[in-house]
T-cell receptor
Framework: AQKITQTQPGMFVQEKEAVTLDCTYD???????LFWYKQPSSGEMIFLIY??????QNATEGRYSLNFQKARKSANLVISASQLGDSAMYFC?????????????FGRGTSLIVHP | DARVTQTPRDKVTEMGQEVTMRCQPI?????VFWYRQTMMQGLELLAY????????DSGMPKDRFSAEMPDATLATLKIQPSEPRDSAVYFC????????????FGPGTRLTVL
């Protein structure tokens, strides 16, 4: 079974609008971490945001927030006030286990295009 | 501005040749990861080092791939012999084992095996 599922291969959003990128995960480990990365056309992978399974509040980093719904096993990325520079591939990833082990699994990604 | 560096950025080679990719992690980082990205498979973890010791290389084809860290400032990924199916972008990432929440990725090496 897929550990990380990103069901939206492509998304379009108008500049200045908010957009939600979906991510669901599958794990039986009580301790895990969820990440989002951005990959622009230049190819580099840029860390955006992290949510731990025990974190009580949703993570936020500037215009990025992670809508963490533990019971539904979803970790959607919300980008507020989209900018043209947000056009990129976005990857959801999960780390399972405690700090002694770090084996991340990545989803297949969602391509986001921001229109002017 | 500390960054992970990778060399070469692009490599075109012929089937059967040896390929060596190098990574310089961010100074002070003690974890290093090698990933491979393809359209078909997405991003796959190949190997993972902590304090220069390999902790997991289960994602790496052992017959032709090898990963090492000769010192704390250099990680290498070798393919011998290379095959066309090895064509991909290979990323190196580094981080701190005390903070498993963030990895810093290098720019990647685009490998094309003809």
């Amino acid at each position: 079974a897929q550990k990380i599922t990103q069901t939206q291969p492509g998304m379009f959003v108008q500049e200045k609008e908010a957009v939600t990128l979906d991510c669901t995960y599958d794990t039986s480990d009580p301790s895990y971490g969820l990440f989002w990365y951005k990959q622009p056309s230049s190819g580099e992978m840029i860390f955006l945001i992290y949510q731990g399974s025990y974190d009580q509040q949703n993570a936020t980093e500037g215009r990025y927030s992670l809508n963490f719904q533990k019971a539904r096993k979803s970790a959607n990325l919300v980008i507020s006030a989209s900018q043209l520079g947000d056009s990129a591939m976005y990857f959801c990833a999960m780390r399972e286990g405690s700090g002694g082990s770090y084996i991340p699994t990545f989803g297949r990604g969602t391509s986001l295009i921001v229109h002017p | 501005d500390a960054r992970v560096t990778q060399t070469p950025r692009d490599k075109v080679t012929e089937m059967g040749q040896e390929v060596t990719m190098r990574c310089q992690p961010i100074l002070g980082h003690n974890t290093v990861f090698w990933y491979r990205q393809t359209m078909m498979q997405g991003l796959e973890l190949l190997a993972y080092f902590r304090n220069r010791a390999p902790l997991d290389d289960s994602g790496m084809p052992k017959d032709r791939f090898s990963a090492e860290m000769p010192d704390a400032t250099l990680a290498t990924l070798k393919i011998q012999p290379s095959e066309p199916r090895d064509s991909a972008v290979y990323f190196c990432a580094s981080g701190l084992s005390l903070n498993y929440n963030e990895q810093f990725f290098g720019p990647g090496t685009r490998l094309t095996v003809l």
